[in-house]
C-alpha cells in the first residue's frame, strides 16, 4: 500500500466541492483498495499512544461556531480490533493503549469521506504522544511499515502550516511570506526524501515557529514518512494556503506516487 497524507484544512471543506476534495477523492480511487485504514490525526493530541479498539467508532465533531450541516455529517465506518491489537504488538516496547472511548475525529473522517465516501473500510485512530520528541514520532512510524504489506493505508491528516492565531478572516487573503517559506521548505524536503531535514523542522527557525507554534498538526507528517522504505518517491498531490497561515499540501508516497 502506500502512505498519504492529508491537510485537512478547514472542517468547511466537508461541505465544499472544491480543489483539495476533488484531490482527496482521486487520491481514493487511484490507491489500491486497503483492507483498512490507519489514521495518525493532529485531533487525537494525548499523554501516551493509543489506538482506537472498539467495534464501531463514533463520528466526532471537535469543532465549535460551524454550521449545523456539519454537525449532521456521520462516518460510520466499522473498526478492528484485531487490527488494534496487531498495532500494539508492532509499536512494543512503547506502550500503547486500546482506547474504547474517542472514535474518528474530523481530522479522519474530513478527508476519508471523500476518498471513502462509501464508509465501508475499517477505520482505526493512533493518537499522538504530546510528551515525546519528533524522532520519536518518526521512529513510530518505522514500526507501523509492516502493516502496508498487511493491506493497510497508513495515512496521517494534519497541515504543515497551522497558525490560527494568525489567520486572516478576509476573503482572498494573500499567505504569509513564512508561511509560504516553510510551505516550500517542506516540499522540497520531500522532493529530495531529505527526512532528516522534516524530522528536524524546527531547525528551519523562526518560519518554523511562526507556521506551527504547537506541533501537533506537523507530526502527522513524520508517521508518514517513517513507514517508507529508502527512495520512495513522493508526489504532492495538492498543495495551497489557505486563510493566510494554514497549508492544505497532502502528499502520496510509494508506488501510487
Not at 20 to 33: D, F, L, N, S, V
Given at each position: 500500500m502506500p502512505v498519504v497524507f492529508f491537510g485537512h484544512g478547514s472542517p468547511m471543506n466537508c461541505l465544499e466541492d472544491n480543489r483539495y476534495t476533488r484531490a482527496w477523492g482521486e487520491i481514493g480511487r487511484a490507491a489500491?483498495?486497503?483492507?483498512?485504514?490507519l489514521c495518525v490525526s493532529a485531533h487525537w493530541y494525548?499523554?501516551?499512544?493509543?489506538?482506537?479498539?472498539?467495534?464501531?467508532?463514533?463520528?466526532i465533531h471537535d469543532f465549535y461556531g460551524f454550521p449545523r450541516e456539519l454537525y449532521e455529517l456521520q462516518y460510520p465506518a466499522p473498526g478492528d480490533p484485531a487490527l488494534a491489537a496487531r498495532v500494539k504488538d508492532l509499536l512494543a516496547p512503547t506502550p500503547v493503549a486500546l482506547d474504547q472511548?474517542?472514535?474518528?475525529?474530523?481530522?479522519?473522517?474530513?478527508?476519508?469521506?471523500?476518498?471513502?465516501?462509501q464508509a465501508d473500510l475499517p477505520v482505526l485512530q493512533l493518537s499522538i504522544d504530546a510528551?515525546?520528541?519528533?524522532?520519536?514520532?518518526y521512529a513510530l512510524g518505522r514500526r507501523l511499515a509492516p502493516l502496508r504489506d498487511e493491506g493497510v493505508l497508513v495515512a496521517g491528516s494534519?497541515?504543515?502550516?497551522?497558525?490560527?492565531r494568525l489567520m486572516r478572516r478576509e476573503a482572498g487573503a494573500p499567505p504569509y511570506d513564512w508561511a509560504v517559506r516553510f510551505n516550500d521548505f517542506v516540499r522540497d524536503a520531500l522532493a529530495r526524501g531529505d527526512h532528516r531535514a522534516l524530522v528536524d523542522w524546527e531547525a528551519a527557525g523562526e518560519d518554523a515557529r511562526r507556521s506551527n507554534p504547537t506541533p501537533e498538526h506537523y507530526l502527522p507528517l513524520l508517521y508518514c514518512l517513517g513507514a517508507l522504505a529508502d527512495?520512495?518517491?513522493?508526489?504532492?498531490?495538492?498543495?495551497?494556503?489557505?486563510?493566510?497561515?494554514?497549508s492544505m499540501l497532502s502528499a502520496v508516497f510509494?508506488?501510487?506516487a
Amino acid at each position: 500500500m502506500p502512505v498519504v497524507f492529508f491537510g485537512h484544512g478547514s472542517p468547511m471543506n466537508c461541505l465544499e466541492d472544491n480543489r483539495y476534495t476533488r484531490a482527496w477523492g482521486e487520491i481514493g480511487r487511484a490507491a489500491p483498495r486497503p483492507r483498512a485504514v490507519l489514521c495518525v490525526s493532529a485531533h487525537w493530541y494525548t499523554r501516551g499512544t493509543a489506538v482506537t479498539a472498539m467495534a464501531s467508532p463514533k463520528t466526532i465533531h471537535d469543532f465549535y461556531g460551524f454550521p449545523r450541516e456539519l454537525y449532521e455529517l456521520q462516518y460510520p465506518a466499522p473498526g478492528d480490533p484485531a487490527l488494534a491489537a496487531r498495532v500494539k504488538d508492532l509499536l512494543a516496547p512503547t506502550p500503547v493503549a486500546l482506547d474504547q472511548s474517542w472514535g474518528l475525529d474530523h481530522g479522519t473522517w474530513a478527508v476519508l469521506r471523500f476518498a471513502y465516501p462509501q464508509a465501508d473500510l475499517p477505520v482505526l485512530q493512533l493518537s499522538i504522544d504530546a510528551t515525546q520528541p519528533a524522532a520519536f514520532h518518526y521512529a513510530l512510524g518505522r514500526r507501523l511499515a509492516p502493516l502496508r504489506d498487511e493491506g493497510v493505508l497508513v495515512a496521517g491528516s494534519g497541515d504543515v502550516v497551522h497558525n490560527l492565531r494568525l489567520m486572516r478572516r478576509e476573503a482572498g487573503a494573500p499567505p504569509y511570506d513564512w508561511a509560504v517559506r516553510f510551505n516550500d521548505f517542506v516540499r522540497d524536503a520531500l522532493a529530495r526524501g531529505d527526512h532528516r531535514a522534516l524530522v528536524d523542522w524546527e531547525a528551519a527557525g523562526e518560519d518554523a515557529r511562526r507556521s506551527n507554534p504547537t506541533p501537533e498538526h506537523y507530526l502527522p507528517l513524520l508517521y508518514c514518512l517513517g513507514a517508507l522504505a529508502d527512495g520512495e518517491p513522493a508526489r504532492v498531490a495538492v498543495d495551497g494556503i489557505e486563510i493566510g497561515s494554514v497549508s492544505m499540501l497532502s502528499a502520496v508516497f510509494g508506488a501510487a506516487a
